[in-house]
């Protein structure tokens, strides 16, 4: 059995349609609730770890102290070869942990915007080209020694890494369902300011709708590549 570490940074975000892949699989799911100083497990106790997104900077130590323990969390994990997913803030913290500096982006970056994929490495996971995606961040990480980039897109260099085999970071959120969608917008919808790009809350929830299905798909392609191979023996 599938064993899944869920780490959640804030109760708004969940996990959205990754909960629906791993049902399927009938995993065995640990939701760690890190705001609310849920002990972490050893990393030997779990086959799969996915760190969520949040609205708090990997820079936040001073104000989230539960951030370093993370990172030690997601390096010991890496290390130990388990598959690892990050998603926007966990994307980051997973960057950070592996040595990347964290920045502001040149752009605010919210809406459905097209990614690009970066590298033709066989060995690497490639997106299609032009997909649109949900993105929310106006942060960024640079790639930690040794990751392959793998998508990029307008307005933010560094989209997505893979790092070795097991380990994925995406800045986006291929995981949006209408309800957590609802509970993005219905938080942070204060943040939709008229920028280059960043989208109105209107044209937002339309574009859900005709993605949603081709996200979904491509969330289920990124969890079948990191867990395809077992963790190496320690």
């Known amino acids: ?50 760190a969520l997104s949040g609205p708090m900077s990997v820079q936040d130590e001073w104000f989230h102290d539960w951030i370093p323990a993370e990172k030690r969390f997601l390096s010991a994990c890496i290390e130990q070869h388990k598959a690892v997913l990050g998603i926007c803030f966990g994307a980051q913290l997973i960057a950070s942990a592996l040595g990347a500096k964290i920045s502001p982006n040149e752009h605010r970056e919210m809406g459905w915007f097209d990614i690009v994929p970066t590298s033709e490495n066989e060995h690497v996971f490639r997106f299609p080209a032009n997909m649109k995606v949900l993105h929310w961040h106006d942060e960024t990480f640079d790639l930690p020694p040794g990751a392959q980039r793998i998508a990029r897109s307008e307005a933010c260099a560094n989209q997505a890494f893979q ?7 995406l800045q986006f959120h291929l995981e949006t369902t209408p309800e957590s969608l609802d509970a993005r917008l219905e938080t942070y919808g204060d943040e939709l300011e008229p920028l280059p790009f960043v ?4 044209a937002i929830r339309a574009g859900l709708p005709t993605t949603m299905a081709t996200n979904h798909q491509w969330l289920s392609a990124v969890l079948d590549w990191i867990t395809r191979q077992p963790a190496k023996s320690e």
Do not use: Y
Request: proline residues 8%.
């Open 163 to 169: 790092f070795g085999e097991r380990v994925m970071a």
């Open 1 to 50: 059995m599938l064993k899944a570490c869920i780490l959640q940074h804030v109760p708004f975000e969940g996990p959205g349609n990754i909960a629906t892949w791993l049902s399927a699989r009938n995993a065995q799911i640990r939701t760690v609730r890190v705001f609310a100083g849920d002990p972490l497990p050893a990393p030997a106790e779990v086959d799969l770890v996915i």
């Open 199 to 202: 989208q109105d809350e209107a």
